[in-house]
């Protein structure tokens, strides 16, 4: 019975690559939005403050004439009883007109309370929803700004990578970029350059292959074509990138 195919591991991907710059420029960048995020709260908070005040203001100037009509009410009530006593319906008359006044008055001042009521909760409204816009806004561009400079960070560490691997002598690589990376350009580029050393190393191991000949066609030492050898091996393996060679040697170099 045959075993079921194993599947090739699955690599978790890692999108902090280089966490100090990633989260510098991030950190930036979030920064700046919730500096003017902070700037526009307080011109709203300073516009919705004076709205406030206005309303407040409107509240007192109501409650003032409130006060001044039920004022102004009793004494004409005390005057009217003073001047015509002796009409019972006239008294009636500027009573009930000084109710309806008072009645007005309290119906204004009601008004403005309840106008002033939806100014203070709108304002609490917009700075709890400038806050919360905020931090969704921070979370968001905190994910938006790793993102993006993982795709910058990701070619930079592959060439990085490269680099190490040409400065020990290996010069075949497999590496690409993934789909959606910048640095497109720079990262062919240096495949470019690889691919140019690659294409002199094998011009130099055939240059040595022809030597390798000579030197045991003339009956060098076994000494010198260990050395002349042992050379080939090591270049042979810089092209093959670390792995095993898979570059035959010649007829007669072995």
């Known amino acids: 019975m045959t075993s079921p195919p194993t599947r090739p591991p699955r690599h978790k991907r890692t999108y902090l690559i280089n966490p100090r710059f990633q989260l510098k420029y991030t950190a930036l960048l979030v920064g700046v939005v919730l ?10 908070g300073r516009t ?8 407040q203001l409107a509240v007192a100037e109501a409650e003032r004439a409130m006060n001044e009509s039920r004022s102004n009410s009793k004494l004409a009530h005390q005057n009217v009883v003073l001047a015509a006593a002796d009409n019972p319906e006239l008294v009636k008359i500027m009573d009930d ?19 002033k009521q939806v100014i203070v909760r709108q304002k609490s409204r917009t700075f709890a929803l400038l806050g919360a816009a ?5 979370l968001l561009l905190g994910a938006m700004g790793i993102l993006i400079t993982h795709r910058v960070v990701g070619p930079v560490h592959k060439m990085k990578r490269l680099l190490r691997q040409v400065g020990t002598g290996r010069l075949g690589s497999r590496e690409r970029l993934r789909e959606g990376d910048e640095l497109s ?3 062919e580029t240096f495949l470019q350059m690889t ?15 022809d030597t390798i000949r000579d030197a045991a ?20 393996l810089g092209l093959a990138g670390g792995r095993r060679s898979s570059i035959p040697a010649p007829s007669g170099l072995t």
């Open 217 to 236: 066609a003339s009956g060098a030492s076994p000494a010198v074509m260990d050395g002349l050898r042992a050379l080939r091996a090591q270049m042979v």
């Open 185 to 187: 350009d720079l990262f």
């Open 48 to 55: 919705v403050g004076e709205a406030t005040d206005y309303a």
């Open 35 to 44: 500096t003017v995020v902070l700037v526009l709260g307080a011109v709203i």
């Open 97 to 115: 007109a000084n109710a309806e006044a008072d009645k007005k008055a309290e119906r204004d001042l009601d008004d403005v309370r309840g106008r």
């Open 195 to 209: 691919y140019s050393l690659k294409a002199m190393q094998k011009s130099r191991l055939a240059t040595l292959d």
């Open 134 to 138: 905020g931090v969704l806004l921070a």
